[in-house]
């Protein structure tokens, strides 16, 4: 797939928004994930909103860490302005572009392994700085690039494809970011786009330090005993020269339940994922009502998801240093240099 490169005509009677784009303008490159990865749904979950939302492409910067999950950046707006930083770093990389230029709209791609183990710091500082960007993680509970481990987000009791079971505790993101003072949170199923699209586009317009933690079953790791394509076989019988690996395939899961319903979605290793949608009478603007939610179905065994929490009235980072309206990179000598006087006034002040 990596050597397939995408068309760049366009059907001339693609529907426009209204800034003129059509929804192909706000896609990337082929993927590379494996066929039926729920990442790839959440990519096109960000093409979606951002092209309902009339966002045109060079107004957003998408940066992100390492890991499946921050890989799909290259899989969504090829026209807007991208990094890809090292491990667990991009938060901090996204605060100083935007503390450079406040114009575009800043959106992290993170992965639970990227942002809950060696990023965790990092996730913190954005949380409780209100950095005015969405941070979206693709939560599948394993390392997938280095063949499954637990990562810091899989629950306490959980098996592997191995067998092996997990002893620690899980870090719920979500609890994280209500007790750091996120100003938007959500969390929701990457199988589910009718509701997850709307999740983004809210997070799109908050403003504030939105996140969303986005439950994305990895569909990799189906290796069974018996498969002439196994790990196991293909390196029994495997006279190579090199070594050759190959990740069996399975269907995307979806599903759309009604407000307050539960699925019950039963993943490739025998576990039991258990997602419940919010009543409708749940109060989003109550960040206790949000702790307590999460609290009480994770006691049932259930991750609720849509809209946990948003504070109308947030102010981010930028209101709270009082920076000027424009971006601090297109500031001239004037502004930067205002010469003996006030720069003396400045330091009275601080004496």
């Known amino acids: 797939m990596t050597y397939i490169a995408k068309p760049t005509l366009h059907h001339p009677t693609l529907t426009k928004n209204k800034v003129g784009y059509t929804r192909r303008d706000y896609e990337g490159r082929i993927s590379t994930l494996c066929a039926g990865c729920g990442h790839d749904s959440i990519s096109a979950a960000i093409i979606q909103a951002c092209w309902e939302l009339d966002i045109a492409p060079h107004r957003v910067a998408k940066l992100s860490g390492i ?13 807007s302005h991208g990094l890809n930083s090292v491990h667990g770093r991009m938060p901090s990389c996204l605060t100083g572009a935007s503390l450079a230029n406040r114009e575009l709209l800043y959106l992290g791609v993170s992965g639970d392994g990227d942002s809950a183990s060696i990023g965790l710091g990092q996730f913190a500082h954005a949380m409780r700085r209100g950095v005015p960007m ?66 983004i586009e809210g997070a799109l317009r908050h403003g504030g330090a939105a ?16 498969s002439t394509r196994s790990y196991d076989h293909v390196r029994e019988h495997n006279a190579a020269l090199n070594r050759i690996d190959f990740i069996d395939l399975a269907a995307e899961q ?5 407000p307050g319903e539960v699925m019950e979605l039963t993943q490739a290793d025998g576990s039991l994922l258990r997602l419940r949608k919010l009543r409708e009478e749940h109060d989003p603007t109550s960040r206790l009502a949000a702790m307590t939610t999460i609290q009480t179905l994770q006691q049932e065994g ?46 009275q002040a601080l004496r």
């Open 67 to 79: 890991g499946c999950s921050s890989k799909t950046p290259d899989y969504f707006l090829s026209a």
């Open 134 to 199: 969405v941070y979206i993680v693709e939560n599948n509970g394993v390392y997938g690039l280095t063949k499954g481990q637990f990562s810091p987000t899989a629950d306490k009791g959980s098996q592997s494809k191995k067998g092996a079971t997990n002893i620690d505790s899980a870090v719920d993101l979500v609890s994280l970011a209500l007790q750091l003072g996120a100003t938007y949170v959500a969390r929701g199923f990457s199988g589910d786009k009718a509701q997850l699209v709307p999740l």
């Open 211 to 226: 996140f969303i933690d986005v439950i994305s079953p990895c569909v990799a790791f189906n290796n069974h005993t018996g």
């Open 254 to 258: 979806k599903a759309e339940p009604a």
């Open 302 to 347: 259930e991750l609720p998801t849509g809209l946990l929490f948003v504070d109308p009235a947030a102010r981010n980072l930028h209101q709270q240093m009082k920076l000027p309206a424009g971006a601090l990179n297109r500031l001239g000598e004037t502004e930067l240099c205002p010469g003996a006087a006030q720069l003396e006034r400045i330091n």
